[in-house]
């Protein structure tokens, strides 16, 4: 399991305090209140701990690589989304007209059609006559910018299948069938705390405290 070493005021007497690791089970819940234990192994436990470990350095991977394009082509976040749709609506031979691209990136009619003009604006994007309806009209991504992007972010991203490649096949349905399955298991539909603003103490249990709830749970906290 891995350890965690941090500065307390008894290390300078020569004392020093290991504490669990974040990601492991013993760091996160040490009484069993969110995970049932029962059936599992120490080997087990140990094994848990270094996947949930390595699901955050991916994440953690995937955050800077993010970042990193939308430093390197001065864009944000929407900005990229959109010119990735763009190139994938280019491979598959497709029209992107801004009604798809609203529905696609989920935002308003009139946010699609300011981030077009901000994208047409710095050279990125054109609009075009769309060959079929006169009254539309099509959004392509400029040469420039895609071969800029294939060549940086999208080589970069594209390195995830070097990772699959090292896999058997049978290790692969393995790895869908868990990340499937843990998709499932954290999503939030149909959950009412994730549709409401947050209200972690129960009014019955702040009344029979006498005090008010804070935010920890605690009464008059």
Do not use: C
């Amino acid at each position: 399991m891995t350890r965690q070493d941090t500065d307390t005021p008894g290390e300078q007497a020569g004392e020093q305090r290991d504490l669990p690791s974040v990601y492991s089970l013993a760091g996160s819940d040490p009484h069993g209140e969110l995970v049932d234990r029962s059936g599992l192994s120490p080997a087990d436990l140990v094994q848990i701990d270094e996947v949930m470990a390595a699901l955050v350095h991916l994440r953690a991977a995937e955050k800077r690589l993010a970042e990193a394009s939308l430093r390197y082509m001065e864009l944000g976040e929407t900005d990229m989304r959109a010119l990735h749709l763009l190139i994938v609506s280019e491979n598959a031979g497709s029209l992107a007209t801004p009604g798809v691209m609203a529905e696609s990136l989920g935002i308003s009619s009139a946010s699609t059609t300011k981030l077009i003009d901000r994208l047409e604006r710095a050279g990125h994007v054109r609009r075009g006559r769309h060959p079929t309806d006169r009254r539309a009209i099509v959004v392509t991504i400029e040469p420039t910018t895609r071969a800029a992007a294939l060549r940086t972010v999208g080589a970069q991203q594209a390195r995830r299948v070097h990772a699959v490649r090292r896999l058997d096949p049978q290790e692969r349905e393995t790895v869908t069938r868990f990340l499937e399955d843990m998709a499932a298991e954290i999503s939030i539909e149909g959950i009412d705390w994730a549709e409401h603003p947050a209200h972690i103490a129960d009014a019955e249990g702040a009344a029979d405290s006498g005090g008010t709830a804070g935010p920890t749970g605690a009464a008059g906290s």
